[in-house]
């Protein structure tokens, strides 16, 4: 468990975990602005259970979070609850998670940092491995839908400094990706991933 208030960081291109108590606060910050942080909450108690984005999308009666919304795990079960944010209030709960399958189809023709990865990673510091990759909550991450049919990928629309705080409904395991697309402008125009952090209290 990390030490309460501590600012994690979560560098460029990988990812970070942790373990969090129920009622715990945990405060994601675009640090630099302009980068998408996937984010991806799992039981303390059985990891089986994960935090659903078409569960939550069921449970929300929409598919951009706002404070006060409850995300839930694939069980139906109050996960996360969105208890404040300072950004424009656009995130996405609609787009997978990049893999390397993604990055072949975009081009590359070798290994490119994915947020898939980056979950594995983040939680073999913690001893834990994935029982799946859930499809994750795509914070700052900006999918307009257009017509009601139509998605297309753009730029961040937060600024430096701006963050979302999500309250913890259970005993759970946090974990991040400071998105690496870089052959996109998922994380601004320069194309160029930074790190972001994140406290917990």
Known sequence: MIESGTRIAIPARRGKAARVREGQ????????G???VDTW???ARDLTEFMSMEHSRAAMEKIIPEAGDVFVTNRRRPVLQVIGDTTPGIHDTLIAACDRYR???LGCREYHDNC?????AALRELGEVPPEIPSPLNLF?????????????QPPVCAAGQYIALRARMDLIIAFSACPQDLLPI???ARTPTE???TVV
């Open 103 to 105: 990055y072949e189809l």
């Open 141 to 153: 991450m900006n999918i307009p839908v257009a017509g009601g049919r139509y998605v297309s990928f």
């Open 187 to 189: 994380n601004g125009v």
């Open 116 to 120: 898939t990865d980056n979950l594995v």
């Open 196 to 198: 972001a952090h994140f």
């Open 34 to 36: 302009q980068q998408v």
């Open 41 to 43: 909450a799992f039981s």
């Open 25 to 32: 606060v945990i405060t994601v910050i675009n640090t630099h």
